[in-house]
Antibody, heavy 125, light 112 residues
């Protein structure tokens, strides 16, 4: 069964650091694009970061320079290292697998098809 | 402020057909496909529609998607009480600052 399980969330003081993990089963993390998406309390979905199968990484402007996405191929696990945390980083963090379909124009079009249940990060003093 | 624009709410009665719109720009919807997610209360988002109009296995054919230019829409026919949820559109955005995913602000669907 294809599954993602996030761990590592918790209560952290502003300015602190936290590392989230996302353990995958049923597929290989390194063969896929993988992404982190967050949802602040009562708010909508916000994309955070993506790592390509080739290793390239991209970030939302709101976390650039503070968060780092990475993976451990031997553990089939995705990570999100979060530094200099702020109150506005408080959210449920989801990891998601990014799948692709080839269009009639031979371009690949991407979508997040498998999501974990999320882990909650609360930044507060 | 979300990059993609959705109405904050929608409603319908059981059996009715409802549509939810999603408006973007040339760098996202205009040049990439649109995906739709359903989020039931207290749960993770679930892929509902990908590549504008494709349904993953297990999604009822009551759900359909379409795209035209820089806008997209999700239609739900034969509305059921279990369809009450938040719905989000999403698209890849080929911005000059680097690629990124963008989401709509979400539409809360109420089944009256």
């Amino acid at each position: 069964e294809v599954q993602l399980v996030e761990t590592g969330g918790g209560l952290i003081q502003p300015g602190g650091s936290l590392r989230l993990s996302c353990a995958a089963s049923g597929f290989t993390v390194s063969s896929n694009y993988m992404s982190w998406v967050r949802q602040a309390p009562g708010k909508g979905l916000e994309w955070v970061s993506v790592i390509y199968s080739g290793g390239s990484t991209y970030y939302a402007d709101s976390v650039k320079g503070r968060f780092t996405i990475s993976r451990d191929n031997s553990k089939n696990t995705l990570y999100l290292q979060m530094n200099s945390l702020r109150a506005e980083d408080t959210a449920v963090y989801y990891c998601a697998r990014v799948n692709a379909v080839r269009g009639p124009d031979y371009y690949y079009y991407y979508y997040m098809d498998v999501w974990g249940k999320g882990t909650t990060v609360t930044v507060s003093s | 402020q979300s990059v993609l624009t959705q109405p904050p709410s929608a409603s319908g009665t059981p059996g009715q057909r409802v549509t939810i719109s999603c408006s973007g720009s040339s760098s996202n919807i205009g040049s990439n496909t649109v995906n739709w997610y359903q989020q039931l209360p207290g749960t993770a988002p679930k892929l509902l529609i990908y590549s504008n109009n494709q349904r993953p296995s297990g999604v009822p054919d009551r759900f359909s998607g379409s795209k035209s230019g820089t806008s997209a829409s999700l239609a739900i026919s034969g509305l059921q009480s279990e369809d009450e949820a938040d719905y989000y559109c999403a698209a890849w955005d080929d911005s000059l600052n680097g690629p990124k995913w963008v989401f709509g602000g979400g539409t809360k669907l109420t089944v009256l």
